[in-house]
């Protein structure tokens, strides 16, 4: 697993070495304290600067998860998707294109569903765009909305976007209606993280 905008590594990467079923291959974190925390709490773990300048090779990593910049989605960073220089989720998407991952997982706000691609375009625009994206590099989406104080007994109540990408040419063997359901049907249960 490769984490993207790793923060302090208290998300993605936490979970995944929790559970002892992942190996993590990478962190990326631009924030030099962030840095050093992230190397305290997983030494050895490679951890590169910028998303943006990552060159690792298609089929090297099968899990890429991210947890990119909050503010050009949010009511507090004025919504301005796009156009705001802290968005970071263009070049993530890129680095999926190119890596071609099994997996890829998101988190954020929801605000991301309904923010603007850029001020005074229609609301819900930069993730029907994200939407498209994935679809093009060969990804079907499913995404939730979870209330945290509930989910993971956090004192922070708020709500947050997960968002798991599957590739269409990697999962060899599996049907989309087993992985993802069908309106008239569960998935079929998996032993993924």
């Given at each position: 697993m490769l984490d993207l905008c790793s923060g302090i590594g208290g998300?993605?990467?936490?979970?995944?070495?929790?559970?002892?079923?992942?190996?993590?291959?990478?962190l990326c974190e631009i924030d030099s304290f962030c840095k050093q925390i992230l190397q305290k709490r997983f030494p050895g773990v490679p951890i590169?600067?910028?998303?943006?300048?990552?060159?690792i090779q298609k089929g090297e990593i099968d899990t890429i998860t991210a947890s990119p910049p909050c503010q050009p989605f949010s009511v507090e960073g004025h919504r301005r998707g796009g156009a705001d220089e802290r968005?970071?989720?263009?070049?993530?998407?890129?680095?999926?294109s190119r890596i071609q991952p099994k997996f890829f997982c998101l988190e954020n706000v929801p605000g991301?569903?309904?923010?603007?691609?850029?001020?005074?375009?229609?609301?819900?625009?930069?993730?029907?765009?994200m939407l498209r994206q994935l679809y093009e590099y060969g990804y079907d989406a499913e995404w939730i909305v979870i209330g945290t104080r509930f989910r993971f007994g956090t004192k922070w109540s708020g709500e947050r976007l997960l968002f798991i990408a599957t590739s269409r040419s990697r999962i060899v063997g599996v049907e989309k209606d087993d992985l993802l359901g069908t309106p008239n049907r569960k998935p079929k249960p998996r032993n993924w993280v």
């Open positions: 998300g993605f990467p936490l979970c995944g070495i929790t559970t002892g079923k992942v190996q993590l291959c990478g590169y600067n910028d998303v943006r300048d990552l060159r968005d970071c989720i263009p070049a993530v998407l890129q680095l999926v991301l569903l309904s923010a603007p691609q850029y001020p005074g375009d229609k609301p819900g625009t930069y993730f029907l765009q």
